[in-house]
């Protein structure tokens, strides 16, 4: 029987969404790029307190997130049909995918790649984002259209755009753009994901032993 390490690696994986939303927000990237090369330049970035945060999955990564965010002071709203409602924290507002895409200063994907969520982020929905909007991806490359993306970076649709997905899933036309960057679904490479796999391995593996 398989088992798998469920949430082992769910606050690593939080904790780097929020390090990239930090990092999109004040234009890390760019800056630190600039400065190896000897060159001081002053972008302006903006704060997270007080803006929107929309999460598309609200599992145990995206529930770690919310708490992290609200209590930098953001404003947490989500969309999950599959969460039980009685169990959502207060300071999570449920609300329509629309009006997350519409309304939020960053949105986060928490999402499992399915048939029913593949190239779920597509034209229509960058259409509806605002301008300014930051868009991340700790999931799969899979629930964001590449074509999609890349025009809507390119023609400035949104601000910014950053994922921690496998390498292969993405274009080098696409990672060369300035708005853009990428790790290699790196989140969940922390020491205490690693020992909570292990644990839950091991518990695993001594219930199985049990039955026999």
Known sequence: MVHKALNAN?????????????SSSRK??????????GKDI????????????????LGAIGQHVAHIAHSMGMTITAHDPHIDKSKVPSYIEL?????IYQYSDVISLHLPLLDSTRNIINDSVFEKMKSSAILINTAR???????????????????????DIELRERSKELTELKNYS????AASFTDEADHNTMQISIKNVLQELEKE
């Open 10 to 22: 769910s606050i690593s994986v939080a904790e780097m969404t929020i390090l990239m939303m930090l």
């Open 28 to 37: 890390y990237v760019e800056i630190e790029s600039q400065a190896r090369n």
């Open 42 to 57: 002053r972008l302006v970035g903006y704060e997270l307190y007080q803006k929107n945060l929309g999460l598309i999955g």
């Open 95 to 99: 609300k329509s995918p629309d009006e």
């Open 141 to 163: 490359g899979g629930l964001v259209d590449e074509k999609s993306l890349y025009t809507a970076l390119s023609n400035q649709k949104i601000a910014f755009a950053s994922e």
């Open 182 to 185: 990428i790790t290699p679904h």
